[in-house]
């Protein structure tokens, strides 16, 4: 059974940063696509950042460029989602998920998803 485990959402002020991390359990994390999306109140979910599974690629959301950094360790099955000059329209809960195949930033081609961490940021 194949489960998603994400952490380290908090509240934080603006312009603050935060590392959040993806446990991967019941898959083997090197053969797929990690991404991470998030959703806002009222807001339908959006893509973020992903990695491919080879570490040799990324691909960011224009207005995360520069502030968001993804990362993965494959031996530990964990991914990572660096996030720096926070502003308050980053506040959603952040999603990890894992694809097969090639880096997209397409939901729906995402079969494995987390429950989701809390990204508050205060102005």
């Known amino acids: 059974q194949v489960e998603l485990v994400e952490s380290g959402g908090a509240l934080v002020p603006a312009w603050g940063s935060l590392r959040l991390s993806c446990a991967a359990n019941?898959?083997?994390?090197?053969?797929?696509?990690l991404g991470w999306f998030r959703q806002a109140p009222g807001k339908e979910r959006e893509f973020v950042a992903a990695?491919?599974?080879?570490?040799?690629?990324?691909s960011y959301e224009e207005s995360v460029k520069g502030r968001f950094t993804i990362s993965r360790d494959n031996t530990k099955s964990m991914g990572y989602l660096d996030l720096s000059s926070l502003k308050p329209a980053d506040t959603a809960v952040y999603y990890c998920?894992?694809?097969?195949?090639?880096?997209?930033?397409?939901?729906?081609?995402?079969?494995?998803w987390g429950q989701g961490t809390q990204v508050t940021v205060s102005s």
């Open positions: 998920a894992t694809a097969p195949g090639v880096i997209t930033s397409d939901p729906s081609r995402y079969p494995y």
């Open positions: 019941g898959l083997t994390l090197s053969s797929y696509t």
């Open positions: 990695i491919s599974w080879r570490v040799s690629r990324t």
